[in-house]
């Protein structure tokens, strides 16, 4: 079993930028892929981007697309996703999801391994 653990939420005014970091830890593959989602109170979980093992498969949310970057840095067991020009709708808990699969899918029932989540606030 994978365990995730997203840090890096908090609370920024509009238009500005946020890091957020997913750390893994566990019998982690080389197929392994790590997805990003979110989800604000009331709205259903909803993908953001994800992340191949090797970095070669990305996929983002059109949402996001132009103002978010995923990465990874595998020797350290830890993915990132950069927002930038956040808006006040961006606001939600993020989680971190891994599949020990390859390809990066935005279907949230193909990852079976969830973090607690980070709070992402955005101010108007």
């Known amino acids: 079993q994978v365990q995730l653990v997203e840090s890096g939420g908090g609370l920024v005014q509009a238009g500005g930028s946020l890091r957020l970091s997913c750390a893994a830890s566990?019998?982690?593959?080389?197929?392994?892929?790590i997805g990003w989602f979110r989800q604000a109170p009331g709205k259903e979980r909803e993908f953001g981007a994800a992340?191949?093992?090797?970095?070669?498969?990305?996929a983002y949310a059109d949402s996001v697309k132009g103002r978010s970057t995923i990465s990874r840095a595998n020797a350290k067991n830890m993915w990132y996703r950069q927002v930038n020009s956040l808006h006040p709708e961006d606001t939600a808990v993020y989680y971190c999801?891994?599949?020990?699969?390859?390809?990066?899918?935005?279907?949230?029932?193909?990852?079976?391994?969830w973090g607690q989540g980070t709070q992402v606030t955005v101010s108007s």
């Open positions: 992340i191949s093992w090797g970095g070669g498969s990305t």
């Open positions: 999801a891994g599949r020990r699969f390859p390809g990066a899918t935005d279907r949230g029932n193909e990852y079976g391994s």
């Open positions: 566990g019998r982690i593959f080389s197929t392994y892929t």
